[in-house]
Protein backbone atom coordinates (compact mmCIF):
# COMPACT_ATOMS: atom_id res chain seq x y z
CA UNK A 1 0.00 0.00 0.00
CA UNK A 2 1.10 3.42 -0.72
CA UNK A 3 -0.26 6.75 0.91
CA UNK A 4 0.11 10.60 -0.56
CA UNK A 5 -0.54 13.40 0.31
CA UNK A 6 -1.81 17.04 -1.34
CA UNK A 7 -2.97 20.16 -1.19
CA UNK A 8 -6.49 21.12 -3.11
CA UNK A 9 -6.78 24.36 -4.31
CA UNK A 10 -10.11 25.87 -5.28
CA UNK A 11 -12.07 23.65 -2.31
CA UNK A 12 -14.76 26.23 -1.00
CA UNK A 13 -17.10 24.56 0.79
CA UNK A 14 -17.56 21.48 3.42
CA UNK A 15 -19.78 19.82 1.09
CA UNK A 16 -17.17 20.21 -2.07
CA UNK A 17 -14.67 18.39 0.62
CA UNK A 18 -17.29 15.83 1.36
CA UNK A 19 -17.69 14.71 -1.94
CA UNK A 20 -14.55 14.37 -3.37
CA UNK A 21 -13.35 11.92 -0.51
CA UNK A 22 -16.59 10.20 -0.93
CA UNK A 23 -15.62 9.64 -4.74
CA UNK A 24 -11.97 8.92 -3.66
CA UNK A 25 -13.32 6.17 -1.47
CA UNK A 26 -15.34 4.54 -3.99
CA UNK A 27 -12.26 4.21 -5.92
CA UNK A 28 -11.14 0.70 -6.62
CA UNK A 29 -7.84 0.35 -4.88
CA UNK A 30 -8.42 3.34 -2.16
CA UNK A 31 -7.73 1.99 1.46
CA UNK A 32 -9.01 5.15 2.64
CA UNK A 33 -9.20 9.06 1.71
CA UNK A 34 -9.67 11.89 4.00
CA UNK A 35 -9.91 14.70 2.76
CA UNK A 36 -10.32 18.42 5.08
CA UNK A 37 -12.05 21.60 4.30
CA UNK A 38 -10.26 23.40 6.65
CA UNK A 39 -6.85 23.16 6.01
CA UNK A 40 -7.70 22.30 2.03
CA UNK A 41 -5.41 19.22 2.12
CA UNK A 42 -5.99 15.85 1.71
CA UNK A 43 -4.85 11.96 1.89
CA UNK A 44 -5.35 8.68 0.53
CA UNK A 45 -3.78 5.58 0.74
CA UNK A 46 -4.18 3.33 -2.12
CA UNK A 47 -3.09 0.08 -4.01
CA UNK A 48 -1.03 0.57 -6.37
CA UNK A 49 -1.88 -2.36 -8.75
CA UNK A 50 -4.97 -1.38 -8.93
CA UNK A 51 -4.80 2.22 -9.17
CA UNK A 52 -2.58 5.06 -9.88
CA UNK A 53 -1.69 8.32 -8.38
CA UNK A 54 -2.50 10.08 -11.69
CA UNK A 55 -5.82 8.56 -11.32
CA UNK A 56 -6.29 9.61 -7.87
CA UNK A 57 -5.80 13.49 -9.08
CA UNK A 58 -7.57 13.12 -12.10
CA UNK A 59 -10.60 11.87 -9.71
CA UNK A 60 -10.18 15.21 -7.73
CA UNK A 61 -10.41 17.46 -10.79
CA UNK A 62 -13.33 15.63 -12.38
CA UNK A 63 -15.19 16.17 -9.22
CA UNK A 64 -15.45 20.19 -9.37
CA UNK A 65 -11.95 21.01 -11.74
CA UNK A 66 -9.70 21.85 -9.07
CA UNK A 67 -5.95 21.50 -8.94
CA UNK A 68 -4.10 19.52 -6.72
CA UNK A 69 -0.55 20.26 -5.52
CA UNK A 70 1.53 16.93 -4.28
CA UNK A 71 3.18 18.14 -0.94
CA UNK A 72 5.02 14.77 0.31
CA UNK A 73 6.68 11.52 -1.13
CA UNK A 74 4.49 8.46 -1.12
CA UNK A 75 5.07 6.59 1.64
CA UNK A 76 5.44 2.33 1.50
CA UNK A 77 3.53 0.75 4.15
CA UNK A 78 5.15 -1.99 5.07
CA UNK A 79 3.88 -4.77 7.46
CA UNK A 80 6.54 -6.91 8.53
CA UNK A 81 4.44 -9.08 10.38
CA UNK A 82 1.60 -9.61 8.73
CA UNK A 83 0.11 -13.54 8.01
CA UNK A 84 1.93 -14.38 4.83
CA UNK A 85 0.34 -17.39 2.59
CA UNK A 86 1.76 -20.30 1.45
CA UNK A 87 0.13 -23.69 0.22
CA UNK A 88 -2.42 -24.35 2.43
CA UNK A 89 -1.03 -22.66 5.57
CA UNK A 90 -0.61 -19.25 7.09
CA UNK A 91 2.97 -18.45 8.51
CA UNK A 92 4.29 -15.00 10.12
CA UNK A 93 7.52 -13.06 8.93
CA UNK A 94 10.24 -13.45 11.47
CA UNK A 95 12.69 -11.08 9.77
CA UNK A 96 12.00 -8.56 12.68
CA UNK A 97 12.03 -10.24 16.47
CA UNK A 98 11.89 -6.94 17.48
CA UNK A 99 8.61 -5.76 15.24
CA UNK A 100 7.43 -9.25 16.35
CA UNK A 101 7.48 -8.29 19.49
CA UNK A 102 6.14 -5.07 19.55
CA UNK A 103 3.12 -6.72 17.78
CA UNK A 104 2.08 -8.74 20.16
CA UNK A 105 1.95 -5.69 22.83
CA UNK A 106 0.20 -3.86 20.56
CA UNK A 107 -2.22 -7.24 20.34
CA UNK A 108 -2.55 -6.91 24.43
CA UNK A 109 -3.11 -2.94 24.15
CA UNK A 110 -5.63 -3.25 21.71
CA UNK A 111 -7.36 -6.32 23.72
CA UNK A 112 -7.78 -3.74 26.62
CA UNK A 113 -8.96 -0.97 24.77
CA UNK A 114 -11.62 -3.09 23.14
CA UNK A 115 -12.78 -4.55 26.80
CA UNK A 116 -12.80 -0.50 27.85
CA UNK A 117 -15.31 0.07 24.99
CA UNK A 118 -17.12 -2.25 25.46
CA UNK A 119 -18.06 -1.65 28.58
CA UNK A 120 -18.17 2.14 28.10
CA UNK A 121 -21.50 3.76 26.48
CA UNK A 122 -21.11 5.01 23.30
CA UNK A 123 -22.01 8.37 22.17
CA UNK A 124 -25.24 9.20 20.02
CA UNK A 125 -24.89 8.56 16.56
CA UNK A 126 -26.37 12.48 16.10
CA UNK A 127 -23.20 13.24 18.02
CA UNK A 128 -20.97 11.93 15.84
CA UNK A 129 -22.21 13.31 12.54
CA UNK A 130 -21.79 17.23 13.09
CA UNK A 131 -24.25 19.35 11.69
CA UNK A 132 -23.93 21.76 8.75
CA UNK A 133 -23.02 24.55 10.86
CA UNK A 134 -19.89 22.80 12.15
CA UNK A 135 -17.31 22.06 10.09
CA UNK A 136 -16.85 18.52 10.69
CA UNK A 137 -16.03 15.52 8.36
CA UNK A 138 -18.98 13.25 7.76
CA UNK A 139 -18.08 9.40 8.18
CA UNK A 140 -16.03 7.94 5.19
CA UNK A 141 -18.46 6.55 3.03
CA UNK A 142 -21.87 7.14 4.85
CA UNK A 143 -22.46 9.89 3.51
CA UNK A 144 -24.80 11.16 1.84
CA UNK A 145 -26.81 7.81 1.18
CA UNK A 146 -26.32 6.07 4.30
CA UNK A 147 -25.83 8.17 7.49
CA UNK A 148 -26.98 11.80 6.49
CA UNK A 149 -25.66 14.92 8.64
CA UNK A 150 -28.28 16.82 10.43
CA UNK A 151 -28.63 20.13 8.51
CA UNK A 152 -29.05 22.93 11.10
CA UNK A 153 -29.32 26.14 9.86
CA UNK A 154 -27.75 28.96 10.79
CA UNK A 155 -29.15 30.57 13.52
CA UNK A 156 -28.99 34.69 12.01
CA UNK A 157 -32.07 35.37 10.05
CA UNK A 158 -32.23 37.34 6.68
CA UNK A 159 -34.52 39.09 4.99
CA UNK A 160 -35.35 39.39 1.30
CA UNK A 161 -38.12 41.82 -0.15
CA UNK A 162 -39.48 39.04 -3.24
CA UNK A 163 -41.42 40.50 -6.15
CA UNK A 164 -42.69 39.35 -9.55
CA UNK A 165 -39.15 40.56 -11.15
CA UNK A 166 -37.35 37.29 -9.14
CA UNK A 167 -37.42 34.01 -10.55
CA UNK A 168 -39.94 31.99 -8.32
CA UNK A 169 -40.71 28.34 -8.74
CA UNK A 170 -43.65 26.91 -7.72
CA UNK A 171 -46.21 28.21 -5.01
CA UNK A 172 -45.58 32.02 -5.24
CA UNK A 173 -48.06 32.15 -1.89
CA UNK A 174 -46.29 29.50 -0.36
CA UNK A 175 -45.33 29.99 3.61
CA UNK A 176 -41.79 28.33 2.91
CA UNK A 177 -39.43 30.05 0.60
CA UNK A 178 -36.16 29.02 -0.08
CA UNK A 179 -33.99 31.28 -1.68
CA UNK A 180 -31.04 29.63 -3.68
CA UNK A 181 -27.77 31.58 -4.78
CA UNK A 182 -26.42 29.41 -7.26
CA UNK A 183 -23.85 28.80 -10.06
CA UNK A 184 -24.32 27.36 -13.53
CA UNK A 185 -21.32 25.89 -13.72
CA UNK A 186 -21.04 24.89 -10.31
CA UNK A 187 -21.05 20.48 -10.19
CA UNK A 188 -22.52 20.97 -6.28
CA UNK A 189 -25.54 23.42 -7.85
CA UNK A 190 -26.19 20.83 -10.67
CA UNK A 191 -26.54 17.71 -8.11
CA UNK A 192 -28.26 20.48 -5.91
CA UNK A 193 -30.72 20.82 -8.44
CA UNK A 194 -32.91 17.62 -8.96
CA UNK A 195 -32.90 18.11 -4.51
CA UNK A 196 -34.84 21.62 -5.14
CA UNK A 197 -36.86 19.99 -8.17
CA UNK A 198 -38.40 17.09 -5.81
CA UNK A 199 -39.17 19.74 -2.95
CA UNK A 200 -41.49 21.68 -5.05
CA UNK A 201 -43.00 18.68 -6.18
CA UNK A 202 -43.59 16.80 -3.09
CA UNK A 203 -44.27 20.26 -0.98
CA UNK A 204 -46.56 22.19 -4.18
CA UNK A 205 -48.46 24.03 -1.73
CA UNK A 206 -45.86 24.96 0.89
CA UNK A 207 -43.01 25.98 -0.48
CA UNK A 208 -41.49 28.13 -3.01
CA UNK A 209 -38.45 28.57 -4.89
CA UNK A 210 -36.28 31.70 -5.80
CA UNK A 211 -33.04 31.81 -8.25
CA UNK A 212 -30.41 34.10 -7.64
CA UNK A 213 -26.91 34.27 -9.05
CA UNK A 214 -23.98 33.56 -7.89
CA UNK A 215 -21.12 33.32 -10.11
CA UNK A 216 -18.08 32.26 -8.20
CA UNK A 217 -14.98 33.87 -10.15
CA UNK A 218 -12.99 30.37 -10.87
CA UNK A 219 -15.45 29.32 -12.95
CA UNK A 220 -14.60 31.33 -15.65
CA UNK A 221 -18.50 30.96 -18.05
CA UNK A 222 -20.74 31.16 -14.77
CA UNK A 223 -20.90 34.98 -15.19
CA UNK A 224 -22.02 34.59 -18.86
CA UNK A 225 -24.57 31.59 -18.56
CA UNK A 226 -26.29 33.34 -15.27
CA UNK A 227 -26.46 36.49 -18.18
CA UNK A 228 -27.55 33.97 -20.79
CA UNK A 229 -30.54 33.31 -18.29
CA UNK A 230 -31.18 36.63 -17.57
CA UNK A 231 -31.83 36.96 -21.75
CA UNK A 232 -34.19 33.75 -22.00
CA UNK A 233 -36.23 35.31 -18.76
CA UNK A 234 -37.19 38.14 -21.43
CA UNK A 235 -38.72 35.55 -23.46
CA UNK A 236 -40.37 33.63 -20.69
CA UNK A 237 -38.09 30.74 -20.62
CA UNK A 238 -35.94 31.48 -17.37
CA UNK A 239 -36.34 28.00 -15.88
CA UNK A 240 -36.36 25.86 -19.00
CA UNK A 241 -33.24 27.39 -19.68
CA UNK A 242 -31.89 27.32 -15.97
CA UNK A 243 -32.41 23.07 -16.97
CA UNK A 244 -31.05 23.16 -19.94
CA UNK A 245 -27.40 24.74 -18.83
CA UNK A 246 -27.58 21.76 -15.69
CA UNK A 247 -27.93 19.36 -18.18
CA UNK A 248 -25.46 20.14 -20.46
CA UNK A 249 -22.99 21.17 -17.90
CA UNK A 250 -20.65 18.53 -18.60
CA UNK A 251 -20.29 19.29 -21.88
CA UNK A 252 -18.68 22.32 -21.10
CA UNK A 253 -19.94 25.93 -21.95
CA UNK A 254 -19.28 28.93 -24.42
CA UNK A 255 -20.72 32.25 -25.63
CA UNK A 256 -21.93 29.96 -28.90
CA UNK A 257 -23.26 27.11 -26.41
CA UNK A 258 -25.43 29.46 -24.79
CA UNK A 259 -27.07 30.70 -28.21
CA UNK A 260 -27.56 27.06 -29.30
CA UNK A 261 -29.66 26.60 -26.11
CA UNK A 262 -31.81 29.16 -26.86
CA UNK A 263 -32.45 27.94 -30.55
CA UNK A 264 -33.11 24.14 -28.86
CA UNK A 265 -35.35 26.19 -26.72
CA UNK A 266 -37.56 27.46 -29.58
CA UNK A 267 -36.71 31.41 -28.20
CA UNK A 268 -36.53 34.43 -31.09
CA UNK A 269 -32.62 34.02 -31.48
CA UNK A 270 -31.89 37.44 -32.92
CA UNK A 271 -33.04 38.69 -29.81
CA UNK A 272 -31.25 36.72 -27.41
CA UNK A 273 -28.02 37.26 -29.44
CA UNK A 274 -28.35 40.85 -28.71
CA UNK A 275 -29.30 40.78 -25.40
CA UNK A 276 -26.15 37.94 -24.41
CA UNK A 277 -23.78 40.00 -26.83
CA UNK A 278 -24.36 43.32 -25.03
CA UNK A 279 -24.10 42.38 -22.05
CA UNK A 280 -27.36 43.91 -20.63
CA UNK A 281 -27.68 41.68 -17.14
CA UNK A 282 -23.93 42.29 -16.11
CA UNK A 283 -24.62 44.69 -13.25
CA UNK A 284 -27.73 42.65 -12.62
CA UNK A 285 -26.16 39.19 -12.01
CA UNK A 286 -23.82 41.00 -9.90
CA UNK A 287 -26.18 42.63 -7.57
CA UNK A 288 -27.34 39.35 -7.41
CA UNK A 289 -23.98 38.46 -6.54
CA UNK A 290 -23.08 41.70 -3.92
CA UNK A 291 -26.31 40.20 -2.19
CA UNK A 292 -25.53 36.99 -1.21
CA UNK A 293 -21.84 38.59 0.29
CA UNK A 294 -24.23 40.56 2.79
CA UNK A 295 -26.13 37.84 3.49
CA UNK A 296 -23.35 35.35 4.46
CA UNK A 297 -23.24 33.32 0.99
CA UNK A 298 -19.36 32.10 0.90
CA UNK A 299 -20.13 29.20 -1.41
CA UNK A 300 -22.29 27.63 -3.79
CA UNK A 301 -25.07 26.39 -3.11
CA UNK A 302 -26.20 28.73 -0.70
CA UNK A 303 -29.90 28.00 0.27
CA UNK A 304 -32.07 30.32 2.51
CA UNK A 305 -34.76 28.91 4.55
CA UNK A 306 -37.42 31.32 5.40
CA UNK A 307 -34.09 33.58 5.85
CA UNK A 308 -31.98 30.62 7.53
CA UNK A 309 -28.91 30.03 5.80
CA UNK A 310 -27.97 26.02 4.70
CA UNK A 311 -24.96 25.74 2.90
CA UNK A 312 -24.08 23.14 0.80
CA UNK A 313 -25.95 20.15 -1.83
CA UNK A 314 -27.00 18.25 1.08
CA UNK A 315 -29.50 15.37 0.68
CA UNK A 316 -33.12 16.04 0.08
CA UNK A 317 -34.13 14.17 3.95
CA UNK A 318 -32.06 17.01 5.12
CA UNK A 319 -33.97 19.45 3.86
CA UNK A 320 -37.49 17.90 4.57
CA UNK A 321 -36.41 17.61 7.98
CA UNK A 322 -36.05 21.78 8.25
CA UNK A 323 -39.61 22.28 6.05
CA UNK A 324 -41.44 19.77 7.84
CA UNK A 325 -40.81 21.74 11.36
CA UNK A 326 -41.40 25.12 9.95
Known amino acids: MKKTKFKIKGMHCNSCA ?8 NKPGVARAKISHDSEKGVVVFDENQIKESD ?41 PFLSGLLVGAIIVSIGLNLFFTITPKPSLKADIGTTSQKNNFPTNQYPSQLLPTAEPEKTIQTFTITSNDHIRGNIN ?17 RH ?26 HPN ?15 KF ?68 GQLTSGALPYESFKQIIDGL
Open 18 to 25: TLIEEKLN
Open 56 to 96: IYNTIKEAGDYETEKIAEEETINDDTAPVSKGNQRITSQKH
Open 174 to 190: APVTLVEFSDFECPFCE
Open 193 to 218: APTMEKILQDYPQKVRLVYKHFPLGF
Open 222 to 236: AQKAAEASECASEQG
Open 239 to 306: WEYHDELFTNLNNGFSTEKFKQFAKDLGLNTSTFNSCLDSGKYTQKVQNDYQEGLTKGVNGTPATFIN
